[in-house]
RNA sequence: GUGGAUGUAGCUCAGUUGGUUAGAGCGCUAGUUUGUGGCACUAGAGGCCGUGGGUUCGAGUCCCAUCUUCCACCCCA
């Protein structure tokens, strides 16, 4: 037996339904907000990760599926979605649409990483992205979205976690304070932190070893740092998000893995799992980075998989069922089956869900079909009931059976 | 990349100190007199016991390797 790649899943047919659900509830809600959909291809070319998601991440040095194509091209499986969202904005001159440009997508994700707990090495995303302003109006709307969205899928016990990580400018100058401060001391931070050191010094602050935290007490905050146009956009950010209501917390441990974040960074993260369920955050930089016009933006994405682990542990009771079926019609006989089958199509064109036998089946296996996926109608048809234009209809829930004529509308009007 | 646990029918699991043709329950298919489900009964299909080596007269049982799954670190949604 061939099994499928290490890190992939099956969405079957048993749970597919609540798939759709999610993805359908996001729709519905992005597209109140005045959100469109874009689709982009699941492959981009390498250059496009390395440029936009930064080099030095993880995601980039070891997380990513890249090889070479037929024809010499280096190609990479998406490791996450805005890059090429951002590469199709400036491709397809969304520039020079009404602004500032609204966007939303479901796609799969792909990171070459070891599977755990909420981790695979394929899983899928749902994202916004918001571009071509710079208002701190957009961060609130982005993060209204996110709240909105566990809201709207009744997940409870989600926190909201706000940080700022500034402008490169202030970035740069934050990150060598830092480093003035942990130096005296690096020979006795862990090894990883060692690691972080040039790289990406800003962790070194979550770290979890005793140790580490220790030395950290007192550190420099990089709010502590940013400069004028970061700290008024941050505190309008703070201020609106109180002005609504809405709670959050501070934690500048929150950097976020991707080098193209600018200023807001945000995570919601679910208290019971101790995940994050959801990431964004601002990101000026990028358009320009990939080749476009200077343009500021922002967004979030949240992964489907992380999603539903909660969403079914508060929602057993009223958990979204997949479809039952209305009506199956057993057959017996030639005439029978083709006067179902022209009966099934008619039903099926006024929206009920029905079936009939494709199997040539005796009656009782039909009936025991039919019971076992649920139909709440059997209708039995014949050669007698063909000729008479009657039929028995039957209750599968209460067992009750009656005659009906033999057409579309009155059996509409019995079973719907 | 590092560390720990795991692997027997579609699913949940038995399988005795290594000993003939590997079992159960659920599920699936078909029957229990020819046109009716749920219950019961009967029968059937379905396993190179994760894979590859090794030890042994003999391995599902012991040893090694490898892969998968699960969990943790790292990192992230």
Redesign the pocket.
């Known amino acids: 037996?061939i099994?499928?790649?290490?890190?992939?899943?099956d969405i079957l047919p048993s749970e597919s339904y609540k798939w759709q659900y999610i993805e359908k509830t996001a729709a519905d809600l992005f597209e109140n907000f005045g959100l469109k959909e874009i689709r982009v291809p699941v492959f981009e070319n390498t250059e496009l990760f390395l440029r936009g998601v930064g080099e030095t991440?993880?995601?980039v040095q070891?997380?990513m599926y890249t090889f070479e194509d037929k024809g010499g091209r280096s190609i990479t499986l998406r490791p996450?979605g805005t890059a090429g969202v951002v590469r199709s904005y400036i491709e397809s001159g969304m520039a020079s649409m009404p602004s500032p440009i609204k966007l939303w997508y479901a796609m799969s994700?792909y990171?070459?990483?070891?599977?755990?707990?909420?981790?695979?090495?394929e899983?899928?995303?749902i994202g916004v992205e918001v571009l071509g302003t710079q208002s701190y109006q957009a961060d609130v709307e982005v993060i209204l979205m996110g709240q909105k969205f566990f809201e709207a899928l009744k997940i409870p016990r989600i926190k909201l976690m706000l940080n700022s990580i500034g402008c490169p400018t202030c970035r740069a100058k934050y990150q060598e304070a830092l480093r003035n401060f942990i130096r005296p001391n690096l020979e006795k931070y862990c090894d990883?932190c060692k690691t972080?050191f040039e790289k990406?010094p800003m962790?070194i602050l979550?770290?979890?070893?005793e140790a580490c935290k220790k030395m950290n007490q007192g550190a420099p905050i990089i709010l502590d740092y940013l400069c004028e146009e970061c700290k008024e956009h941050f505190e309008n950010v703070k201020k609106r998000l109180t002005q609504l209501g809405v709670d959050y917390e501070i934690d500048s441990s929150i950097?976020?893995?991707?080098d193209y974040y600018t200023k807001t960074v945000f995570?919601?993260v679910s208290e019971d799992e101790?995940?994050?369920?959801?990431?964004?955050g601002r990101y000026d930089g990028l358009v320009k980075e990939l080749g476009g016009q200077d343009t500021p933006a922002v967004g979030?994405?949240?992964?489907?998989?992380?999603?539903l682990e909660i969403y079914e542990k508060y929602n057993q009771e009223n958990m979204v069922k997949s479809r039952k079926m209305d009506l199956y019609l057993?057959t017996?006989g030639e005439e029978a089956d083709l006067e179902a089958t022209k009966l099934a199509l008619a039903l099926r064109d006024k929206g009920i869900f029905v079936e009939q036998d494709v199997?040539q089946?005796?009656?009782?296996?039909?009936?025991?079909?039919?019971?076992?996926k649920?139909?709440k109608f059997?209708l039995?048809?014949?050669?007698?009931?063909v000729k008479q234009k009657r039929?028995?209809l039957?209750?599968?829930?209460?067992?009750?059976?009656c005659e009906v004529s033999f057409d579309t509308e009155s059996i509409f009007e019995k079973i719907k």
């Open positions: 037996m099994q499928r790649p290490k890190g992939t899943k991440t993880d995601v070891k997380e996450e994700i990171r070459y990483e070891n599977v755990q707990k909420g981790r695979q090495r899983f899928h995303q990883t972080r990406n962790r979550d770290c979890k070893e950097v976020r893995g991707l995570e919601f101790g995940y994050t369920v959801l990431g964004g979030f994405a949240t992964g489907v998989e992380r999603i057993a017996m199997a089946r005796s009656l009782k296996a039909q009936f025991k079909y039919a019971d076992k649920k139909a059997v039995t048809i014949g050669e007698e009931e039929a028995k039957k209750n599968m829930e209460s067992g009750e059976e």
